[in-house]
């Protein structure tokens, strides 16, 4: 999740899209770029590093342009570096465009244009756009023509926004799965942005792209038409967030935001990966080595913290759809076994940040060993990203609050994604297969339904903000949500919440129930249904509320809860992802209602880079 800028007015271009790419730094921060246009030609400066690395190169610039382009980036193809930062040009230089998407066929589209004679320079796959265009660009075709064409080629999803020396006056913005939104300056000046943190200082009258427009901007106004080039017309709309609360889309908190966007960063990490119809998945990280992976036998996956829990919902996918053995460690434990490891074991490392000092403690130990690495990152271009053998990367952005809620859901699809890639090597079947990958694509309109339950299931939070002590039960491929369920409640609101197998309370913790202890139970509709109900009777008849979250209101018909949290039923294996994310609403709700700072816990980090 990149941030992109356009402005175009009667200022200096160069200070507005500073300024805008800062409010938009949250968005993703390992390279930056401006281009300003006057009629001499381009100023252009691109640095890898945080946007202060780019801020130091241009002290003592002030060109006078009053129409640039600038972005900040989050990288997913090509690590973070001065040439892979944006903006990325044409051959003839004479066309520059910012971008915020992924193209997925952008492969397909550097052979063909590189056959026509075009020149790459970056490893993005951003760059194809700015030839792309340029090749439509012939003599007298309008530069919002030449787009439109070249944008017809294009599968994946974009915000953009160029600037051509053809026609130094534009700005052409456009979209398709990425945000965009106008900003209309009382001075007639006029900024494109990906987001309305980067507007909001100059105005707060604004218009919201939809997918498959594009905007043309110049200093005497601007003109919204489709892809098929229909006029549209939209009224501004005034927005009445403040700067703050703008960053954070209008949400109180960045940890709420990150939450009620995952629909839409589940989609992001689905993106072109599932075949439908073949039961195949496209795992473009993992192609290189496809037949090392194929010979595994053994899978160790080390993490820690919500990465382990979701590796140990990978545990039983990976065995129920690939047939191989895998086990769960702790990374910090992990380097003290003597673990027998044969050439057929491979270890995977589970990191949002890619920089947890035990994970990669770990996968040192794994290399040293000489196993095959892979990894599961959301930081394209971080240590264990770059430390593996291959790998898959997330593409939910940047996740600032420090409990994890959105790269934790998008882990545990990549790991759905993994165990179908594994099992298709293996004896999955292609209806088994589709099954999944088809229930899993219907994942993020059902969470949206979730979603819609929010504003009541904080509600439920805040009526239990006085209990200090919380138990989490869990089986199956619920077990691993109560760890997490838990981990969220005591990250954020600093009271003793644990998870348990559901199985394991009558082992000993079923001693911690009394009136004063609250326990949440996860109680889909699964395989093990009527066991966690028989678990629930045990922990009624001891007294203590209890919240369940299910399928249907059975468990509450039968008296036996205290709370249901309705969320929509499927497939067992993909269940987790929608009973975690109640758990992530009610640890949201019950922090902010004991007044905590729900971003930044004390005591915690977002990147835990010590041992
Ligand atoms: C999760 O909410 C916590 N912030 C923490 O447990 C985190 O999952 C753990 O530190 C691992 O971080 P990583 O995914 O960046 O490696």
Redesign the pocket.
């Known amino acids: 999740m990149c941030g992109i800028i356009g402005y175009v007015g009667t200022q200096r271009a160069l200070p507005v899209i500073m300024e805008g790419l800062k409010r938009m730094e949250y968005r993703g921060y390992d390279s930056a770029g401006v281009s300003i246009m006057d009629p001499v030609g381009f100023f252009t400066l691109k640095r890898a590093g945080k946007l202060a690395v780019l801020e130091g190169a241009l002290e003592g610039h002030s060109h006078a342009g009053t129409i640039g382009i600038g972005h900040i980036r989050w990288a997913t193809h090509g690590a973070p570096t001065d040439i892979n930062a944006h903006p990325h040009y044409s051959c003839r230089g004479d066309l520059h465009l910012v971008h915020n998407g992924i193209i997925e066929n952008y492969r397909e589209l550097r052979d063909e244009l590189t056959a026509l004679g075009h020149t790459f320079v970056s490893e993005t796959d951003t760059e194809v756009l700015a030839h792309l265009i340029e090749q439509e660009l012939q003599p007298g075709v309008p530069l919002e023509t030449a787009t439109e064409r070249g944008l017809k080629k294009v599968v994946g999803a974009y915000g953009l926004a160029l600037i051509s020396a053809r026609e130094p006056e534009k700005i052409i913005a456009a979209r398709l799965g990425s945000p965009l939104v106008l900003g209309v300056v009382p001075d007639g000046s006029l900024i494109v942005a990906s987001d309305v943190a980067a507007i909001i200082a100059h105005t707060r009258d604004v218009v919201y792209l939809q997918d498959r427009e594009m905007a043309v901007l110049t200093p005497k106004g601007y003109a919204i038409r489709t892809l098929d080039a229909q006029e549209v017309s939209r009224p501004l709309e005034r927005v009445e967030w403040d700067i703050g609360s703008a960053e954070k889309g209008g949400h109180a908190h960045f940890m709420l935001k990150e939450i009620l966007e995952q629909p839409d960063t589940l989609n992001a990490t689905l993106l072109g990966r599932i075949i439908s119809g073949e039961g195949l998945v496209k795992m473009g990280g993992l192609e290189t080595i496809a037949d090392r992976v194929r010979n595994i036998d053994r899978l160790i996956i080390v993490?820690?913290?919500?990465?382990r829990h979701a590796g140990m919902v990978g545990e039983y996918l990976i065995e129920e759809y690939a047939d191989i053995p895998v086990e769960v460690e702790l990374a910090s434990e992990f380097r003290y076994r003597r673990f027998p490891a044969g050439g057929k074991t491979a270890v995977l490392a589970i990191?949002?940040?890619g920089e947890?000092a035990d994970?990669l403690a770990a996968l040192h130990e794994a290399k040293r060993r000489g196993l095959l690495t892979l990894g599961l990152v959301n930081v394209a271009g971080s240590s264990i990203a770059r430390e593996t053998d291959a790998g898959m990367y997330n593409h939910v952005g940047p996740e600032i609050a420090?409990?994890?809620t959105k790269a934790f859901t998008s882990q545990l699809a990549l790991l759905v994604l993994l165990a179908v890639y594994l099992g298709r090597q293996r004896r999955l079947s292609h209806a088994l297969s589709e099954e999944l990958l088809h229930g899993l694509s219907q994942l993020p309109l059902q969470m949206g339904k979730v979603m819609q339950q929010a504003e009541g299931i904080i509600a439920l939070a805040q009526k239990y903000r006085h209990a200090e002590r919380w138990l989490y039960l869990g089986r199956k491929y619920q077990y691993p949500v109560a760890l997490e369920g838990a981990?969220?409640l005591k990250?954020i609101s600093y009271c003793h919440a644990e998870g348990f197998a559901a199985g394991e309370m009558k082992h000993g913790p079923i001693a911690l129930v009394d009136a004063a202890t609250p326990t949440v139970v996860l109680a889909p509709r699964d395989s093990v249904y009527e066991k966690t109900i028989s678990n629930i009777e045990e922990v009624r008849a001891r007294g203590g509320a209890i919240i369940a979250i299910a399928n249907d209101e059975e468990t509450v018909q039968r008296s036996l809860v205290d709370h249901a949290i309705i969320v929509p039923r499927t497939l067992e294996a993909l269940s987790p992802l929608l009973t975690v994310v109640p758990l992530q609403l009610f640890a949201y709700g019950f922090a902010v209602a004991r007044g905590l700072d729900v971003d930044k816990p004390r005591n915690?980090a977002k990147?835990?880079t010590v041992e």
């Open positions: 993490a820690c913290g919500s990465a990191s949002q940040s947890t994970t420090v409990a994890s981990l969220k990250e915690l990147s835990v």
